[in-house]
């Protein structure tokens, strides 16, 4: 049990940094917040109720699948909030759960073994009993875009059979959890620098041996974010190396940092080596926000991210948005569906009032790996 303690979040000299200390203590604990420092000391918090968690960290706790906790927040047993794109569980919510579960002994508290790679045995389905009482099995549904979103609300409106539930991560890291049994649709925008090709070179050396298909989702603009302006004249790749020129970067796993990685390799150029590589954030609108701050001179993003936050645009590259679906013999079904869902007039009509997207060819089957 925590006891009381004064906790003080004081403005530190690095941006986007919020330190974290007791008031009677010399240690620092820090974390990089993907925001402006502000200051705030002096007041008393209950620390044990100052404590959350994320999805995967409850999961861990527990000893239950992530599914299992993306669906007790789906239903509303377990309260959840966001910070940024990341759910969060705080810790006295977490308790009043499991007190109510003593009590009531509830089918919602019977855990589900830890998700197995494609082909194990405890893979989710209707049988589960966590499952069965909300109606429909649970679809995980990996990727930040915003279309994955709108994706998931017409599979919820349109589907008695699935569930879906989403999960904020980045293109490498879905198809990592897709390998991993983790994940059942991913969106993957990942270029390759060898071949000039997107998504499919990465999932066909991740998801070896595995049956899955790849379906086009979008095309958009791919770029840097400037200040209004451009009054550094940033307008390619080889201007991130300038002596200088400060960069807010992406997660490790993100198609916009794999990109940013992937042009200056082929460049002959060290990423790491420009000032604020190592300085991540988790979202788009992170980075174009850096930017128009002035906390960075450039980062990399889509367009709407641009349209969205205000700073200037250096458009680069069309990069393709594909959904990768993992063809489970249990989940046959829901893969025909979202194929139907991506060809329907409905959807298509809600497509075309969204900026900064082609969806020329959305719904084409790029690649099918194995036999239904």
């Known amino acids: 049990?925590?006891?009381r303690q004064n906790w003080q979040f004081c403005e530190e000299e690095e941006r986007g940094t919020v330190s974290l200390r007791f008031a009677d203590a010399p240690a620092m604990i820090e974390k990089n917040a993907g925001f402006a420092p502000a200051r705030l000391c002096g007041e008393s918090v209950d620390v044990e109720s100052a404590v959350s968690y994320t999805p995967e960290e409850l999961a861990k706790l527990l000893r239950v699948s992530k599914l299992t906790v993306y669906d007790l927040i789906k239903k509303g047993e377990l309260p959840a909030y966001r910070v940024g794109k990341q759910m969060r569980v705080d810790s006295a919510d977490l308790d009043a759960y499991k007190r109510s579960m003593r009590t009531s002994g509830s089918a919602a508290a019977v855990p589900v073994p830890e998700s197995q790679p494609y082909g194990g045995k405890h893979a989710p389905g209707p049988a589960?009993?966590?499952f069965s009482a909300a109606g429909g099995v649970p679809l995980v549904i990996t990727g930040q875009d915003l279309l994955l979103d709108l994706l998931a609300r017409h599979m919820e409106e349109h589907s008695r059979n699935v569930r879906p539930l989403r999960s904020m991560m980045g293109s490498l890291d879905g198809l990592i959890s897709m390998y991993n049994g983790e994940s059942d649709l991913?969106?993957?925008h990942l270029f390759d620098g060898d071949t000039g090709e997107y998504n499919l070179p990465y999932i066909r050396r991740i998801l070896v041996g595995f049956p899955y298909a790849v379906i086009h989702?979008?095309?958009r603009t791919a770029g840097?974010?400037?200040a209004p302006g451009n009054p550094l004249s940033i307008r390619g790749w080889d201007d991130l190396i300038r002596p200088g020129i400060r960069l807010a970067n992406r997660e490790k796993g993100a198609g916009a940092r794999i990109l940013l990685e992937e042009e200056l390799r082929i460049r002959g150029h060290a990423a790491w080596a420009i000032s604020g590589y190592e300085q991540e954030f988790r979202s788009h609108m992170s980075v174009a926000g850096q930017v128009a701050a002035g906390y960075a001179d450039a980062g990399v993003g889509s367009e709407r991210g641009a349209l969205s936050i205000g700073v200037e645009f250096v458009p680069l590259r069309k990069e393709r948005i594909d959904l990768v679906l993992?063809?489970?013999?249990?989940?046959?079904?829901w893969v025909d569906e979202v194929k139907r869902l991506l060809s329907s007039p409905g959807f298509k009509e809600e497509l075309s009032r969204l900026e900064g997207y082609d969806f020329a060819s959305t719904g084409q089957i790029l690649w099918e790996a194995g036999k239904r």
């Open 224 to 226: 840097l974010y400037v």
């Open 1 to 3: 049990m925590f006891r």
């Open 326 to 333: 993992a063809k489970k013999p249990e989940r046959l079904e």
């Open 217 to 219: 989702l979008a095309v």
């Open 128 to 130: 589960d009993p966590a």
């Open 186 to 188: 991913v969106s993957t």
